[in-house]
């Protein structure tokens, strides 16, 4: 039978069987409609939930699957609702049942901005999802693991402290729509992810026909700072936040605006009091020697000084020039007294394994650690860098890792490798830095079998 390729921007009826991790429903079209006709028969469609039966828009086209939009009633010809003989069953969406997990977005814009996935779920279940997840990325990997607890956000909404907003020609501002460069405008009320209140009052005239700019919140001080992106200005500036940590204090930390910063604010005090339970419970009356990896400017060790003793000696790809233009100081305590760190750290690109031997060698050589810290970015730890570090660390006492990703597929991936080494999950924890999105942060210690 000759099969045709699904094509961009056509219907197709289908049910979701999973909610994946990516947010997205695990779906197959109908084949009492299509039969073998059309491939792929597979999609991962944004709105729907397992159970589900739907009509979405087609908006990628794979070799072996296809991404979907779930349809609303109003952009479908008559007829296509009508086709099975049932009536729709909600009142916005092409749907011909609902699951009972699914809540009324609180945004209009749902399904037609890039922000939010899981906004038809209340938050509680969006944290069960997200526990499940990372379970089924870890039993993929086969992976031992303890059990995982959650910490939610502080905030369900406004939580976000850094955004790019897009601009379109008719000066309106927005989130681009999904699998899109299309600029979706606000809803007339704002944003869920961010203050757009406080972005709205503040905003440039000057920036109104800027295609995209970059906007920084802090909630502590209210400050806001809006520059169009990769300009001169935001490549230049810097910008303060406030982070509650020590409990009973604030910590203003300045960064330049292109630098990466934790996008919750209000959700760090609880994630560092964490990494500080696991790092200082190495502590035996002395410092702790630690070897943070992907360090950046040293945020989490620096923090962590306050209260933990450290003794450090960290790497990132970062430049010592751009590394000291991060400052931290705390309204009772000060500067963090690591104030070493600039001293003690390294510029190595971690992902190249065959250059860490110079870089390294000598400092592994010459010293004794505790605790092995690290905090990559999606990517992970590669495996020949993995290798390289753990055959040459020398410990103090037992090995002990502690990892924090914001990818649990890379995160159980390296973890197998963990494993080799006789290291094991002894503490998994979720924290929810990004609700209604199906991201997150997880936090592992790992410890040699007793």
């Known amino acids: 039978m000759n099969t045709r390729k699904l094509k961009q921007g056509w219907y197709v009826e289908a049910e979701c069987k999973a909610l994946v991790p990516e947010g997205l429903g695990l779906s197959h079209l109908d084949r009492e409609m299509v039969g073998d006709k059309y491939k792929p028969l597979t999609g991962f469609v944004w709105g729907v939930l397992p159970g589900e039966r739907f009509v979405a828009r087609v908006t990628r086209v794979h070799s072996s699957y296809f991404h979907a939009v779930l349809a609303e009633k109003t952009e479908l010809p008559a007829d296509w609702l009508f086709r099975t003989g049932e009536p729709c069953a909600h009142d916005r969406f092409?749907?011909?049942n609902l699951s009972e997990q699914r809540v009324e977005p609180r945004c209009e814009n749902f399904t037609l901005c890039g922000g939010c996935k899981l906004l038809h779920l209340s938050y509680?279940?969006?944290?069960?999802?997200?526990?499940?997840?990372l379970e089924t990325q870890l039993q993929r990997s086969q992976v031992s693991y303890p059990e995982i607890t959650v910490e939610p956000s502080p905030l369900e909404?406004?939580?976000r402290n850094h955004v790019q907003v897009h601009i379109n020609l008719q000066k309106q501002r927005g989130f681009y729509a999904p699998y899109?460069?299309?600029v979706q405008p606000f809803p007339k009320y704002g944003c869920l992810l961010f203050d757009q209140k406080i972005f709205d009052q503040t905003f440039p005239d000057q920036y109104e026909l800027e295609r995209c700019v970059r906007s920084r919140l802090d909630k502590l001080s209210g400050q806001v700072l809006t520059v169009p992106l990769h300009s001169r200005a935001d490549k230049t500036a810097t910008f303060t936040y406030h982070v509650e940590f020590p409990r009973g204090s604030s910590t203003a930390i300045t960064v330049p605006n292109t630098a990466f910063f934790q996008v919750n604010s209000v959700a760090l005090p609880g994630w560092l009091e964490t990494l500080q339970y696991l790092v200082g419970s190495s502590a035996a009356?002395?410092?702790v020697s630690v070897l943070e990896l992907f360090s950046g400017f040293g945020f989490i060790t620096r923090m962590l000084s306050y209260n933990i003793?450290?003794?450090?000696?960290a790497a990132d790809i970062l430049s010592k020039k751009n590394l000291l233009k991060?400052?931290?100081?705390?309204d009772k305590l000060g500067e963090p007294p690591l104030k070493d760190f600039a001293d003690h750290y390294l510029e190595a690109d971690l992902y190249d394994a065959s250059r860490l031997s110079q870089v390294f060698d000598q400092k592994l050589e010459k010293n004794t650690f505790d605790i092995l810290l690290i905090n990559p970015p999606r990517g992970g730890l590669p495996e020949a860098s993995m290798h390289y570090f753990m055959d040459h660390i020398r410990w103090l006492g037992q090995p002990r890792v502690v990892y924090s990703s914001c990818n649990a597929a890379t995160m159980a991936r390296d973890l197998v490798i963990f494993?080799?080494?006789g290291l094991r999950l002894t503490y998994l924890k979720l924290f929810d830095f990004f609700p209604y999105t199906s991201h997150y942060e997880a936090v592992g210690l790992l410890e040699k079998e007793k």
């Open 94 to 96: 092409a749907l011909f």
């Open 124 to 133: 509680p279940q969006t944290l069960e999802y997200k526990k499940n997840w």
């Open 157 to 159: 909404f406004h939580y």
């Open 180 to 182: 899109s460069y299309r």
């Open 285 to 287: 009356g002395g410092k």
């Open 309 to 313: 003793p450290l003794r450090v000696i």
């Open 326 to 330: 991060s400052v931290i100081a705390n």
């Open 419 to 421: 494993e080799k080494y």
